[in-house]
């Protein structure tokens, strides 16, 4: 709508400034319509583009990236990624008859723009939040490298991520796993809309960080 008036004031200025300006250019040299026709078109022309542009830079918000990330998460806030989580998980263990109820969520703790996430049997995660409430990134942590914690994290991503597949996750997982060298991992992994970073240290938890490519 801003635009719109600016547009319409625009178009009002520029046609007076103009004809301000043939008139002018007809006094000065009464024979030289052409020229003063040019003149004053040109500087029409040039006023009107330099009014708009300054308005649009002015009018036209930018887009956060927070805002961006948030849409690439599946519009997830802090609670909808617990919920879906722990529904996804549920149904894996139904699914593939493992026992993953320690790995489900148990506590949801948002405070100065993060969330923490506490499981069951004591891991926790931690995202960053936008300022409409959504995922931003997710930081997952997980206390084994067994397949119940792998099918965790394939919960996590499949909950943010449309794009990936649970299996093809699970083996990019497995695969990072087995090229662990000296207790270290370190990997990465790419779909069409999430990057992927799964690390681990001699002694720590394995931890995926998950956030958006755009």
């Not at 397949?147 to 991503?157: F, H, I, N, P, V």
């Not at 069409?192 to 240290?201: A, G």
């Amino acid at each position: 709508m801003g635009m719109l008036v600016v547009f319409i004031l625009s178009v009002v200025l520029c046609f007076f400034v103009t004809r301000g300006i043939y008139r002018k250019q007809l006094r000065q040299q009464p024979k030289g319509k052409l020229k003063a026709g040019c003149i004053s078109g040109f500087l029409g022309v040039a006023l009107f583009l330099v009014v708009n542009i300054v308005a649009a830079v002015a009018l036209i918000p930018d887009q956060p990236d927070t805002v961006k990330a948030g849409v690439a998460f599946n519009q997830a806030t802090a609670e909808k990624f617990a919920t879906l989580y722990n529904d996804n998980l549920g149904g894996i263990e139904a699914s593939k008859h493992e026992k993953l109820s320690a790995l489900k969520i148990v506590g949801t703790d948002i405070k100065n723009g993060s969330a923490h996430f506490k499981t069951v049997d004591g891991a926790v995660g931690k995202a960053q939040l936008d300022e409409q409430g959504l995922l931003v990134n997710l930081l997952w942590k997980v206390k084994d490298t067994d397949g119940a914690s792998l099918l965790s994290m394939g919960a996590a991503m499949e909950v943010l991520d449309s794009s990936v597949d649970r299996d093809e996750a699970i083996n990019f997982l497995k695969q990072a796993l087995a090229e662990e060298k000296d207790g270290s991992v370190k990997s990465s992994f790419e779909s069409k809309r999430i990057n992927y970073q799964l690390s681990k240290h001699d002694g720590t938890p394995l931890t995926l960080y998950i956030e958006p490519r755009y």
